[in-house]
């Protein structure tokens, strides 16, 4: 199938960029324009992409994505996967935090930044490569108060039991069971 040539002016501005000329054909056989954008760069565009919208070289879709910059730090990722774990019913670990009831400090939940200041602040930093953010009561919520560094050795000790007894069957275990076979049949012994 022969490319669709499409014609656009050189110095023709759309958004960011600006149209300079013709830049030949993509491996596919697309025609491509030089284009110049706002921010310096300079780059061969497809016409298809000019032609549906392209605004920019790719900086204004970098620049959205960039909020504050952390994306890239280790208490950043931390703070998405605890959110994610919290507040995401479709992540598989959900049904063990938010599942449960856990949530994500309120005023952390919309702000990485605050998480990461109140980690530096109080936590300071990760004391070896072999510890992690831990929940010191692991039936609380991601909270200042109930956050430490911990090893895995201590977080091993510090998990809930799959395989807790109920309060009243435990109860039963515990009791002594004390009668005999003459008041099973509902009698009394001499």
Not at 12 to 32: C, N, V, Y
Not at 42 to 48: D, E, L, N, V
Not at 104 to 114: L, N, R, T, V
Request: glycine share 8%; aromatic share 8%; hydrophobic share 30%.
């Amino acid at each position: 199938m022969p490319a669709i040539k499409i014609r656009f002016a050189p110095g023709t501005k759309q958004d960011r960029l600006t149209i300079m000329k013709e830049a030949g054909k993509g491996k596919h056989g697309h025609i491509l324009w030089f284009c110049e954008c706002e921010c310096g760069n300079q780059k061969r565009i497809a016409g298809a992409s000019l032609k549906r919208g392209a605004k920019s070289c790719g900086c204004l879709t970098r620049e959205r994505n960039t909020k504050h910059g952390l994306s890239a730090t280790r208490l950043y990722r931390l703070w998405s996967d605890i959110k994610r774990r919290c507040c995401c019913p479709t992540d598989k670990a959900y049904k063990n935090y938010g599942g449960r009831g856990i949530r994500i400090y309120d005023s952390w939940k919309d702000d990485p930044e605050a998480f990461i200041k109140w980690v530096e602040e109080t936590l300071g930093e990760r004391p070896t490569k072999k510890h992690s953010l831990d929940r010191i009561d692991v039936n609380d919520d991601y909270k200042p108060g109930n956050l430490r560094w911990a090893t895995s050795r201590e977080q091993a000790r510090n998990k809930r039991a799959d395989n807790q007894v109920h309060p009243e069957f435990y109860k039963l275990l515990t009791e002594p069971l004390v009668f005999t076979y003459a008041e099973e049949k509902g009698g009394l012994l001499a």
